[in-house]
């Protein structure tokens, strides 16, 4: 029995292919690496704004127990500005590095 993997948009910009992985079959054989500029994958102008006014506005990180300053607005879905809650505050959580780490772990861990 294998457990379902999430599925997430592929990280060509523009292909609107989900996949369980960073790219779609189709692009998995071009040779992209994963190590895409930030623009690229969604975080550009648009989402530095959000980013900021949106840790203004929680200047502590929102893990229960953490009281460590917020450094980062992560995606409590996981997949990032291209994915389609991407720019909804209610996705979004300012959270601390370490906690951050840890978030991408429990996200990787749930998605094997």
């Known amino acids: 029995m294998t457990l379902a ?3 997430r948009p592929c990280l060509r910009p523009g292909c609107p292919e989900l996949t369980d992985r960073g790219y779609c079959q ?4 071009t040779g992209q690496s994963l190590q895409l500029g930030a ?3 969604g975080y550009g102008h648009r989402w530095r704004e959000l980013a900021r006014a949106y840790r203004t506005r929680h200047p502590v ?3 229960p127990g953490c009281t ?3 450094a980062l607005v992560h995606h409590r879905d ?8 991407g720019f909804d505050v209610t996705n979004l959580e300012a959270i601390c590095r370490p906690c951050h780490t840890a978030a991408h772990r ?3 861990r749930s998605t094997r």
């Open 106 to 108: 429990e996200l990787r």
């Open 26 to 29: 189709r692009h998995r054989t």
């Open 5 to 7: 993997t999430a599925l």
């Open 39 to 41: 623009t690229v994958r």
């Open 61 to 63: 990180c929102e893990r």
């Open 68 to 70: 460590r300053p917020s």
């Open 78 to 85: 996981g997949l990032g500005p291209r994915g389609p809650r």
